[in-house]
């Protein structure tokens, strides 16, 4: 099937519904209990439509995947350009982050889509912005903002903590991350921040 379609404005408006749609089912119900028909019944679309813009569940799984990772490249460079310390960096990272639809997919890669072509660049991507998550803790430590050790190790654990709580508070809209926003920022500086020590 050639799916190299012409990518007028109208098509690609649709392609994104697609896109925010599968995030939300897939975030619901996982990858192997969704259903294309979930999705295309959520935007009243014919089944087949769905197949204009994506060979498979596998394919449209990965190009949520990389649409999440492209929000979060963007979210990077905006955070690279602020002058600030940077646990600051990493508090306004998360705030952002935290708000973006299907986030908690980044975690749940099922086994099928590993042979898929694009899957190579996912984890490219995954790699790049790991070295941008460690680095902040490095220089977090080198500016004085956040505690001494191993950066790899509090990007871990911070990651690892955020993404428990994205799944645990099932948030799908900034609305209801607003309501745990402040919980959020307090757990990050009682974990990371030298003034919070100082201070306690």
Same mark, same amino acid.
């Given at each position: 099937?050639? +799916?190299?379609? &012409?990518?007028?404005?109208?098509? #690609?408006? $649709?392609? @994104? +519904?697609?896109?925010?749609?599968? #995030?939300?089912?897939?975030?619901? =119900? *996982?990858?192997?209990?969704?259903?294309?028909? /979930?999705?295309?019944?959520?935007?009243?679309? %014919?089944? $087949?439509?769905? =197949?204009?813009?994506? %060979?498979?569940? *596998?394919?449209?799984?990965?190009?949520?995947?990389?649409?999440?990772?492209?929000? +979060?490249?963007?979210?990077?460079?905006?955070?690279?350009?602020?002058?600030?310390?940077?646990?600051?960096?990493?508090?306004?990272?998360?705030?952002?982050?935290?708000?973006?639809?299907?986030?908690?997919?980044?975690?749940?890669?099922? &086994?099928?889509?590993?042979?898929?072509?694009?899957?190579?660049?996912?984890?490219?991507?995954?790699?790049?912005?790991?070295?941008?998550? %460690?680095?902040?803790?490095?220089? *977090?430590? +080198? @500016? *004085?903002?956040?505690? $001494?050790?191993?950066?790899?190790? /509090?990007?871990?654990?911070?990651?690892?903590?955020?993404?428990?709580?994205?799944?645990?508070?099932?948030? &799908? @809209?900034?609305?209801?991350?607003?309501?745990?926003?402040?919980?959020?920022?307090?757990?990050?500086?009682?974990?990371?921040?030298? $003034?919070?020590?100082?201070?306690?």
């Amino acid at each position: 099937m050639d +799916l190299n379609i &012409k990518n007028t404005p109208k098509r #690609a408006r $649709k392609k @994104d +519904l697609i896109l925010d749609s599968a #995030a939300n089912i897939f975030s619901q =119900y *996982g990858y192997q209990n969704t259903k294309l028909e /979930q999705i295309t019944n959520s935007l009243k679309l %014919t089944d $087949k439509s769905i =197949y204009y813009y994506f %060979t498979s569940k *596998g394919d449209l799984f990965i190009e949520v995947i990389l649409r999440i990772q492209d929000h +979060l490249e963007e979210l990077i460079t905006n955070v690279e350009s602020m002058e600030c310390d940077h646990l600051s960096k990493i508090k306004f990272y998360t705030n952002k982050a935290m708000s973006i639809n299907g986030l908690i997919l980044l975690l749940q890669f099922p &086994k099928s889509i590993l042979d898929f072509a694009k899957y190579d660049q996912i984890k490219i991507n995954e790699t790049n912005q790991y070295v941008h998550w %460690t680095n902040w803790f490095l220089a *977090g430590q +080198l @500016d *004085g903002s956040i505690i $001494k050790g191993n950066p790899e190790e /509090q990007r871990n654990f911070l990651f690892g903590s955020l993404f428990y709580l994205h799944h645990w508070s099932t948030i &799908k @809209d900034n609305d209801n991350y607003e309501q745990i926003q402040p919980f959020i920022e307090t757990m990050i500086d009682r974990m990371f921040s030298t $003034k919070y020590i100082m201070s306690s």
